[in-house]
């Protein structure tokens, strides 16, 4: 059974940091291109990040570069999405989730984790 389970969401103030992380099984996870997306309240989910599965090119929206970086360990199957510097706008319930390539929708998702900015 594929799984991707985020952690790390929760409360902030403007200004501060959080560390997403999102565990995966159930499929090769070496061979998977994976990202963030994330969905404020009346909005459409959006990409926020994704990253290779190979040679570590990285893509970010440009409202989150230079703050946020993704990473992964693929020893762990996890990834990662440090928040730097976060604004009351990054309020949004974030997904991870894994695909053959980076052009392409995924193939899997995550069930979501709640990240709240407070100004």
């Known amino acids: 059974e594929v799984q991707l389970v985020e952690s790390g969401g929760g409360s902030v103030q403007a200004g501060g940091s959080l560390r997403l992380s999102c565990a995966a099984s159930?499929?090769?996870?070496?061979?998977?291109?994976i990202g963030w997306f994330r969905q404020a309240p009346g909005k459409e989910r959006e990409g926020v990040s994704c990253?290779?599965?190979?040679?570590?090119?990285?893509y970010y929206a440009d409202s989150v570069k230079g703050r946020f970086t993704i990473s992964r360990d693929n020893a762990k199957n996890t990834m990662y999405l440090q928040m730097n510097n976060v604004k009351p706008e990054d309020t949004a319930v974030y997904y991870c989730?894994?695909?053959?390539?980076?052009?392409?929708?995924?193939?899997?998702w995550g069930q979501g984790t709640q990240v709240t900015v407070s100004s």
């Open positions: 990253i290779s599965s190979s040679d570590g090119v990285t």
């Open positions: 989730a894994a695909g053959r390539s980076l052009d392409g929708d995924p193939d899997y």
């Open positions: 159930g499929f090769t996870f070496d061979d998977y291109a």
